[in-house]
């Protein structure tokens, strides 16, 4: 028997090999439980992962989640169509919620993988196979030096490759902090905060960590718009209520 015979089923013997391994050595454990995972879990464990806060009927334009049968929710019929479609996989809910915060603001960067690796599980794959560029949301660069990283740039790259990643923005304009603004001061806060440095293609798709209100997406949308782009799709990993 040749080696090219036996090589599929020594590679995946080494790989099996060296996952137990790594499970050895390093343990990792239920970022909601703490319980020992194994080594083809992530994040979750089993009966963790099967009470997570799916987002199971999002409205497809805006990613929040649906009350009824209807095909858009009532803000989006009301809304000016930046933003053609949305996809939003979990609610912003715990444990995704924590895990979102400690991710961004504990600065546990190793996430982004784990994380990354998740989404790919549940994105529709007419989002990751499409061909439109990725573009995350920028951050002003005082809150970039203070954080440290993009976490939207860095969960895109881990999620879409580096090849399809494409830094259109810049955030010339300061803002406040989204969290803990009304609808209404989302919208004043973030009107003119970005600029483009490149003219982008008719389609791309816009990455962010997390969705409310939308203001910070559509502004960004509607700075694409004026520039020519025809088409924006949002993908995030969790919407608010």
């Not at 009824?68 to 009301?78: G, P, W």
């Not at 203070?146 to 879409?160: K, M, V, W």
């Not at 989302?186 to 939308?214: C, H, M, Q, S, Y």
Request: aromatic share 10%.
């Amino acid at each position: 028997m040749t080696f090219g015979t036996w090589g599929p089923a020594l590679s995946y013997l080494f790989k099996n090999l060296a996952q137990k391994t790594a499970h050895i050595l390093c343990p990792r454990y239920c970022f909601a439980c703490g319980r020992l995972l194994r080594p083809e879990e992530t994040l979750f464990c089993r009966p963790c992962s099967s009470t997570l806060p799916e987002n199971t009927n999002p409205c497809p334009r805006c990613g929040r989640p649906l009350k009824t049968a209807e095909a858009l929710c009532l803000a989006c019929f009301r809304e000016e169509k930046l933003i053609t479609r949305v996809f939003s996989p979990f609610l912003y809910e715990r444990p995704i919620k924590d895990l979102i915060k400690a991710y961004k603001y504990g600065r546990r960067v190793y996430l982004a993988r784990e994380l990354a690796r998740l989404l790919k599980r549940l994105y529709p794959e007419e989002l990751l196979l499409a061909q439109s560029p990725v573009c995350p949301v920028p951050l002003h660069r005082r809150r970039l030096w203070t954080r440290g990283f993009n976490q939207s740039h860095l969960l895109a790259r881990e999620i879409f490759g580096r090849r399809r990643g494409k830094n259109f923005f810049t955030r010339p304009k300061y803002t406040r902090p989204q969290a803990g603004l009304s609808a209404k001061e989302r919208l004043k806060n973030v009107k003119g905060a970005f600029a483009l440095k490149e003219k982008p293609p008719p389609r791309l798709i816009l990455f962010d960590d997390v969705l409310t209100t939308g203001a910070t997406a559509r502004e960004c949308a509607r700075t694409l718009s004026q520039a020519g782009v025809k088409e924006v799709w949002l993908a995030v990993v969790a919407a608010t209520g």
